[in-house]
């Protein structure tokens, strides 16, 4: 086996070869949470369980007896994710085992359904990693909304709109002050890399949010799923950035974004999902974008 | 080591002898003397242990989940609120086949809040796929927990065991107690389908209607197998350690005409019961259920029987004396008595066998049946 641990990575093919999915999962074309548990699995490594709760993962890794997965799977009820992982965890720091628990959740999931035993846990101190890979709604289950949902976007059950902002999950998950916390895009796998490899370095609770872009939920050719991840960083909608200790670093393809944002409407005119936005609710956005961008770029200047 | 302990305590101290590697709790009353004294045992020393002090039951049983397939012996308690918070991942972990041993302190269910002896807090549970064991006295819950684990544990059972206790009556009054060294009595934890990242294995994926019903199977096939081995492990008990229990307690039933069934608390207040019908000239008998998951066979027949329901299930009737007629044919005199700790006294159950009608209900304190 390789040794990942030794080996620098500067680019995508330095990343391992060792695929921990395989080929002929059950997910939809274009679909980028598998694209990024591939990436997530090749940094963790072989030593390493997953815990997944009722989310596009648990359809994604097949129907049994088969699995896609080469790594261990404890699928886990909606809710339960955290509070499980963080179980499993003490039962392995009990045996001396290094593994690494990671969970790897949806939006619903984290901010909805599991915000409590995510809550519990970072407040415990729990040793485990946390991804929420986040594409806006309830997506197994046919596109519903989910408190991060967006301003404005359509789903099956807000067929008008949403018609308030997305949860700040990132801020509730700041509140815990956990060692390491940070975002990643699906369309930049070798930053995505190199947070999972720096996390799982780190011991206490971990989080990662992923922005995972959705064709068939956000109504976009499935071709274009890593155009519309480069989009939402270059338009400041999703910032890319790390906060070790305390400490936030924003990433490269964010501190140029945010310099000189691309324009919101590149990003919006691409996705069914915001067909027929009104113009006040575009400004809104454009309102909420521009303020993220100013809160984060103060906190890393030192200002806030 | 003859001491005197409450009910908790005594879980507690038997806890502390099975050494669970994980213990996941959330306290609620009458539960939390137990889990205080784990806390205690594990800050001092005294139990070498990973305590969890979890935000909700929910994540309790989800702890103990991940903590028993990570290849630990686990443990957590609870009561009413709690467990019924923990119903989804109550199922979760006799579904996946996880050794967990709780103990439970039955307590009434809001509203109005009651915080005094039910059982419907834990016969909502029943179709869980838990077995469960209901106790009278201190000792017993101290012998009942230790051995949950050696049942729970067997690789012909695999399933979750609920120890009950009745809140305050049983949890918070003190009797004497003897604790064991126990030796090998317990085996170390061996879960055969524990995470191994070597052997890298889904667990609970979709599974297809081809499919589903063969696990559902396997879980009753467990079940019936699990009559034999709690009979194999309160034997060895016994043998070890002097104490035998079997799936019911029987007092003075050999040559009773009519038997009081009951259990928990009420199960040994119907033995003194008997005693004053005896001297009445009334041949009557008790008989404590002791296991209700799975449930044992019961020779009632040619006897008259008196079940005392501490619970109750709306639009139907008392949940102890419908399974009886359901499994033994008999008509019972079912008196739904003790919801939410209403006082009942061996005099009443007395009383009840005295005025007992077959096949009728009585609510004590509502009808005037007695």
């Known amino acids: ?304 | 080591m003859l001491t005197i302990a409450t009910g908790n305590r005594a879980v507690a101290e038997a806890v502390k002898a099975a050494k669970p590697a994980v213990i996941a709790a959330y306290p609620i009353t009458p539960q939390t003397e137990i889990v205080e004294q784990i806390a205690e045992y594990v800050t001092s020393g005294d139990l070498e242990s990973h305590y969890i002090p979890v935000e909700s039951e929910h994540s309790a049983m989800a702890a103990c989940i991940g903590a028993s397939v990570g290849g630990v012996r686990t443990f957590t308690a609870t009561s009413s609120h709690g467990l019924l918070y923990m119903h989804e991942m109550i199922h979760w972990a006799a579904g996946g086949r996880l050794p967990i041993v709780m103990a439970n302190v039955n307590r009434a269910l809001g509203p109005g809040w009651n915080t005094w002896a039910e059982h419907t807090d834990a016969f909502s549970q029943r179709d869980t796929g838990w077995l469960q064991v209901y106790v009278g006295t201190v000792q017993e819950a101290y012998d009942a927990t230790l051995m949950a684990f050696r049942i729970a544990e067997d690789e012909r059972v695999l399933l979750p065991v609920m120890v009950n206790l009745d809140g305050f009556s049983l949890s918070h009054i003190t009797q004497s107690l003897e604790t064991e060294e126990i030796g090998d009595f317990l085996p170390p934890y061996h879960l055969p389908h524990a995470i191994d990242t070597e052997k890298p294995r889904g667990y609970g994926p979709m599974t297809g209607p081809d499919n589903y019903y063969r696990f559902r199977w396997d879980i009753e096939r467990s079940m019936r197998d699990a009559r034999e081995v709690i009979t194999e492990v309160e034997r060895e008990f016994a043998d070890r350690f002097g104490r035998s229990y079997g799936p019911t307690e029987e007092y003075r039933c050999e040559d009773a005409d009519v038997v009081v069934i009951a259990l928990g608390t009420f199960g040994k207040e119907a033995e003194v019961a008997v005693d004053r019908l005896r001297d009445e000239g009334i041949r009557a008998g008790s008989m404590r259920l002791r296991w209700f998951r799975p449930f044992p066979h019961l020779d009632l027949s040619g006897r008259e029987v008196v079940v005392i329901d501490r619970d109750y299930s709306f639009g139907f009737g008392g949940v102890v004396a419908n399974s009886i007629r359901a499994k033994t044919g008999i008509e019972p005199y079912s008196v739904i008595a003790g919801l939410g700790g209403q006082e009942v006294t061996y005099n009443d159950i007395a009383d009840f066998v005295r005025g007992r009608r077959p096949g009728e209900e009585t609510w004590f304190g509502v009808n005037n049946h007695v």
């Open chain 1, 1 to 304: 086996m390789t040794d990942i641990s030794r080996r620098s990575v500067t680019n995508l093919s330095a990343i391992p070869k060792e695929e921990y999915i395989y080929k002929c999962t059950s997910a939809c074309a274009g679909c980028s949470s598998s694209l990024c548990l591939r990436y997530v699995l090749k940094a963790a490594g072989p030593d390493s369980v997953l815990v997944v709760p009722a989310c596009c993962t648990s359809v994604i890794q097949g129907i049994y007896p088969a699995t896609a997965m080469n790594v261990p799977v404890y699928n886990v009820a909606f809710a339960a994710a955290a509070a499980c992982a963080s179980g499993m965890s003490e039962a392995f720091a009990a045996t001396g085992r290094d593994t690494n628990v990671i969970v790897y959740a949806g939006d619903g999931g984290t901010v909805d359904i599991g915000i409590q035993s995510l809550s519990g846990a970072f407040e415990r101190g729990a040793n485990f990693l946390y991804i929420c890979y986040d594409n806006e709604a309830y997506g197994n289950t046919g596109m519903q909304r989910s408190g991060s949902t967006p301003l404005g976007a359509r789903t099956t059950t807000t067929p008008g709109g949403k018609p308030t902002a997305k949860k700040d999950l990132d801020r509730i998950v700041q509140a815990h002050n956990p060692p390491y916390m940070a975002t990643a895009c699906s369309a930049y796998p070798l930053d995505l890399y190199k947070k999972v490899r720096k996390a799982l370095s780190i011991k206490g609770p971990k989080f990662i949010h992923i922005l995972a872009p959705c064709p068939p939920g956000w109504r976009y050719p499935t071709e274009k799923t890593v155009e519309m991840g480069k989009l939402a960083v270059k338009t400041g909608m999703w910032v890319l950035y790390e906060r070790e200790f305390g400490k936030l670093t924003i990433n490269g393809p964010s501190k140029a974004a945010m310099r000189k944002p691309e324009p919101l409407e590149d990003y919006i005119r691409g996705q069914g999902r915001f067909k027929n936005l009104s113009p006040e609710t575009l400004d809104l956005m454009r309102q909420q974008v521009e303020q993220n961008i100013q809160r984060l770029a103060r906190e890393e200047e030192g200002i806030c």
